[in-house]
């Protein structure tokens, strides 16, 4: 029996995999290498470079690792470029998942995880989400995640599909020096960058009603949230009752002052953010309860903001200069 995991060769699924491998659950990784690093899969791991859009790739790759399961991270992820690109983001966010969900109902593969985003909620109108706030996508790339969901909850209808959804808030940190955030529009890549390149890091104003007047936000750790798979993927293979869907977030968020405060201290880099326009629709606070998957899914957040921070910028300046 094994897990297969897609986009697995990309920052978050690497260490999902790596998770997996630590519980000891056997594992085989689906990725087309469009934004993942073929040298973040452990050697050991059986690899095959493809996409979730290939129904017969999917079909052969089940039969040949005997897969029993399935951890779904494969998928366009850029929420602002999806505005401008939202047939490709249908493409492969909507159509790669009914792909793959085809293939699973083929070769009698009945559980699957499935990477949700907080982008399902749009701009909440609450001081703390939960899985029963109100959905209101706000772009192609949410609207295709909740059409995931979807297409989950009517395979568990008509076909016994054993599933959950796990919405993710913003994942930093690194659970592996050898794994770092390469996404050009995150935003510790992007203050990263700019330290490194000798540039001051900007945020996008400083006006909101926020204790400091900037974004609230709530971080979690990236090797938090792939145990929180791992839990999943063993509940189901035991054949226990999940949720739909749960939120992993921490309850109470950081404002991105409290980010350049934790990023000057882990880089030991002094520097004041340089203060640009607000974002159109950004909302002062976004910030999750995580308390049904801690019910559930052992969630819990592991790390302070400083450890999350300290461990992205140790991985990031390794890839950078590979002799740190």
């Known amino acids: 029996m094994t897990w297969l995991v897609t986009g697995g060769a990309g920052y978050i699924g690497s260490h999902i995999v790596r998770a997996l491998r630590g519980a000891n659950l056997r594992t085989v990784v689906l990725d087309d290498l469009s934004t993942g690093h073929g040298d973040f899969v452990p050697p050991e791991v059986p690899f095959v470079r493809g996409s979730i859009l290939d129904g017969a790739l999917l079909l052969d790759t089940m039969a040949d690792h005997d897969v029993s399961g399935v951890i779904h991270v494969a998928g366009f992820k850029y929420a602002g470029v999806s505005v401008q690109q939202p047939l490709h983001t249908y493409?492969?966010?909507?159509?790669?998942?009914?792909?793959l969900l085809a293939a699973m109902e083929s070769k009698g593969v009945d559980r699957i995880v499935f990477s949700s985003s907080a982008a399902v909620y749009g701009m909440p109108d609450t001081d703390l989400v939960t899985e029963q706030t109100p959905k209101n996508p706000q772009s192609p790339y949410g609207e295709s995640k909740l059409i995931g969901e979807w297409l989950l909850a009517d395979q568990g209808v008509a076909r016994d599909l054993r599933h959950t959804s796990l919405r993710y808030f913003n994942v930093v940190g690194s659970g592996d020096p050898?794994?770092?955030?390469?996404?050009?529009?995150?935003?510790?890549?992007?203050?990263?960058?700019?330290?490194?390149?000798?540039?001051?890091?900007?945020?996008?104003?400083?006006?909101?009603?926020?204790?400091d007047g900037t974004n609230v936000r709530d971080y979690i750790h990236v090797a938090d949230l792939a145990e929180a798979h791992v839990a999943a993927a063993q509940r189901l293979d035991a054949g226990e009752s999940l949720e739909a869907a749960y939120n992993l977030g921490s309850g109470r968020g950081s404002s991105v002052g409290e980010i350049m405060t934790a990023v000057a201290e882990a880089t030991?880099?002094?520097?004041?953010?340089?203060?640009?326009?607000?974002?159109?629709?950004?909302?002062?606070?976004?910030?999750?309860?995580?308390?049904?998957a801690a019910r559930d899914l052992d969630w819990m957040m592991r790390h302070t903001l400083r450890e999350m921070v300290e461990s992205q910028w140790i991985a990031t300046r390794r890839a950078v200069e590979p002799s740190v």
């Open 178 to 211: 050898a794994l770092y955030d390469s996404s050009p529009h995150n935003l510790l890549p992007l203050v990263f960058t700019a330290l490194i390149e000798g540039r001051t890091p900007r945020v996008n104003g400083n006006d909101y009603a926020t204790p």
């Open 91 to 99: 493409q492969q966010n909507v159509m790669g998942t009914a792909t």
């Open 268 to 292: 030991g880099i002094a520097f004041t953010p340089e203060v640009g326009p607000r974002r159109a629709g950004d909302p002062d606070r976004i910030v999750a309860s995580g308390d049904l």
